[in-house]
C-alpha cells in the first residue's frame, strides 16, 4: 500500500472521527454519530493493518506472525468490550468509562515502550540507529501523560464504585501534609529526566520518568473527592486523548495525532464545561489541586423536623397542577426508575399537564448521565431542557419534582462559605411546591445538608425511586 493512500484513508477516518463528536454533541443526532465514529475507527484499524504489512516487506521481515498476535489481541480485547457493554449497567457507565481511559493511557506506555526498545519497527529510526531528538521528546510525553491517565483512572474508577474498603478507593479526599509540594517535585523530576531522555536516550530515564509518572497519576486524583468525580471523567479523558497524540507524534502517525487532539481537545472543552458548572478553577483541576475541602454535614439536619408524605399525596399534589418540572439525580438512576418517570409523565400530560425535564450538566457520576438515562426509556427529546434554559421556569411551575437529586438543587451554593458556593444549581427552590424523593436524609456527595429539604412547601416522600414513582403513576387521577 502506497503512503499516499494510507495518509488519504486516514484523512476519511479523521472526517468520520469529527462528525462522530459533531453527532455525539446532541441526542437526536447521537446514534449517527456512533455509526460515524465507528465507521472511522474501523477504516483507521484497516488501514494500519495494511500499513504492519507493507513496512514488514519494505523492512524485509516476515509481517505475518506479528499479524496473528495482533488479531488475537483485537479480538480478545473486542470480545471483552462486547461483554463489558452488554453486561454493564447504566448506573456503571462512569465506572466503565474511567476503564476504558485507563487502558487507553496503558497502551500509550507500552507503545511508548516499544517504540524506544526497536524503534526500527516503527520507521522512526534507522536498525541500531539513534531515535531523532524530536520523536524521543514526544515519546516521553506520551508514556508520561498515559501512565498519569492509567494511574489516575485506576483511583477515579474505585472512587466511582463505591465498593471498595481501600482508603484511596473511597469517596472522601485524601490529603496530607505537604502534598502539593511533592507533587511538584515529581512534575519537575518527570519533565527533568524526559529532557534527559531525549537528548540521551537513556533508558533509566525513561523508566524512572514513566514509574513517576504512574505515581503522580494517583496523587493527582486520590485529593479529589466525590462530588467532584463528573470534572475527573472528562479531565482523564481529555489526558487520555493527549497520551494517543503524543503517540502518534512520536511514531509519525498521522492518524493517532488526529484521533488524540480531537478526544483531547473535546475533553479538555468538556472539562471546562464542568468546571464552570460546579464553580471550579479549570487550571485547579489539570493539576489536581482541587476537591480538597468537602462539606460537612449539619449536626442537627437529624433532629430538623421535615415535612413528609406519601406517593398518594405527592400524586394528589400532581394531578392538581399545571405545570410540572422533573429534576433527575443519582438516586433514580440506581433505583432505574427512569421508565416509571416517563409514564408518570406521560400519564400528566395526558391530563392536559405540561411536564418538563430539567437536567444539571454534573448531575450523576459523569457528564451527560441523566441525558442517558432519560434517551434509554425514549424520553421526547423537545421535553428535556438543560440548567440555563430551565431555571427561569421555575418560578412559574406549580410542582417541582426531584428524584434522587441532591447538590445540584440545593441552596447552599448561594450562601458565602458554603463549600459548594458558586456553584450553579436548578433553582428548584422557587417553584410554587416541591416533591422531592430520597431513600433518606443523608447529604449528597458534597456532605451538605440540604435546606431545600426543609422548606414548607417541600414534601419529602422517602423510598426507593422507582417503587415510589410507580405508586404514583397509580395513583394520578
Not at 468546571?275 to 489541586?289: P, Q
Amino acid at each position: 500500500m502506497s503512503m499516499d493512500l494510507v495518509v488519504l484513508l486516514y484523512l476519511v477516518a479523521s472526517v468520520c472521527l469529527i462528525q462522530a463528536l459533531k453527532g455525539l454533541s446532541h441526542p437526536t443526532s447521537a446514534l449517527r454519530g456512533s455509526v460515524f465514529g465507528m465507521t472511522g475507527m474501523g477504516i483507521a484499524i484497516l488501514t494500519t493493518l495494511a500499513l504492519i504489512f507493507t513496512m514488514a516487506q519494505q523492512l524485509g521481515v516476515s509481517a505475518t506472525q506479528g499479524a496473528g498476535w495482533i488479531l488475537l489481541g483485537m479480538l480478545v480485547g473486542g470480545s471483552f468490550g462486547v461483554y463489558l457493554a452488554k453486561r454493564v449497567e447504566m448506573t456503571k457507565m462512569p465506572e466503565l468509562v474511567a476503564f476504558m481511559h485507563s487502558m487507553v493511557g496503558l497502551a500509550a506506555v507500552f507503545i511508548a515502550i516499544a517504540a524506544v526498545a526497536e524503534p526500527w519497527a516503527f520507521g522512526i529510526a534507522e536498525r541500531g540507529g539513534d531515535i531523532p531528538f524530536a520523536n524521543k521528546l514526544e515519546l516521553f510525553l506520551g508514556s508520561a501523560i498515559g501512565a498519569i491517565t492509567f494511574s489516575g483512572s485506576v483511583i477515579a474508577y474505585g472512587k466511582l464504585s463505591g465498593k471498595y474498603k481501600f482508603r484511596l478507593f473511597q469517596g472522601a479526599p485524601v490529603t496530607f501534609a505537604g502534598q502539593h509540594k511533592i507533587n511538584l517535585v515529581l512534575g519537575i523530576a518527570i519533565v527533568a529526566l524526559g529532557l534527559y531522555f531525549a537528548f540521551t536516550g537513556n533508558w533509566t530515564a525513561f523508566i524512572v520518568l514513566t514509574a513517576l509518572a504512574f505515581v503522580i497519576g494517583v496523587l493527582i486524583i486520590i485529593p479529589i473527592g466525590g462530588a467532584d468525580m463528573p470534572v475527573v471523567v472528562s479531565m482523564l479523558n481529555s489526558y487520555s486523548g493527549w497520551a494517543a497524540a503524543g503517540i502518534g507524534f512520536g511514531l509519525n502517525n498521522s492518524m493517532l495525532i488526529i484521533a488524540g487532539s480531537l478526544v483531547g481537545s473535546s475533553g479538555a472543552i468538556l472539562s471546562y464545561i464542568m468546571c464552570k458548572a460546579m464553580n471550579r478553577s479549570f487550571f485547579s483541576v489539570i493539576l489536581g489541586g482541587f476537591g480538597g475541602e468537602e462539606g460537612v454535614v449539619a449536626a442537627s439536619a437529624a433532629q430538623r423536623p421535615v415535612k413528609s408524605g406519601s406517593a398518594d399525596d405527592a400524586a394528589f399534589i400532581l394531578g392538581n397542577a399545571e405545570t410540572v418540572i422533573i429534576v433527575p439525580g443519582y438516586g433514580l438512576a440506581v433505583a432505574r426508575a427512569q421508565h416509571a418517570v416517563k409514564e408518570l409523565a406521560h400519564k400528566l400530560a395526558d391530563k392536559g399537564i405540561k411536564v418538563k425535564y430539567a437536567i444539571h450538566p454534573v448531575a450523576g457520576r459523569m457528564p451527560g448521565h441523566m441525558n442517558v438515562l432519560l434517551a434509554e426509556a425514549e424520553v421526547p427529546y423537545d421535553q428535556v431542557f438543560e440548567m440555563e434554559e430551565i431555571n427561569g421556569e421555575f418560578g412559574q411551575a406549580d410542582v417541582a419534582i426531584i428524584l434522587g437529586a441532591n447538590d445540584v438543587v440545593n441552596p447552599a451554593a448561594l450562601q458565602k462559605g458554603s463549600a459548594i458556593y458558586g456553584m450553579p444549581i436548578l433553582e428548584a427552590y422557587k417553584a410554587k411546591t416541591i416533591i422531592v424523593n430520597k431513600r433518606s436524609m443523608a447529604a449528597g456527595y458534597a456532605g451538605l445538608d440540604n435546606e431545600l429539604f426543609y422548606m414548607d412547601k417541600t414534601l419529602m416522600v422517602f423510598g426507593d425511586a422507582k417503587k415510589v414513582v410507580e405508586e404514583m403513576v397509580k395513583a394520578v387521577e
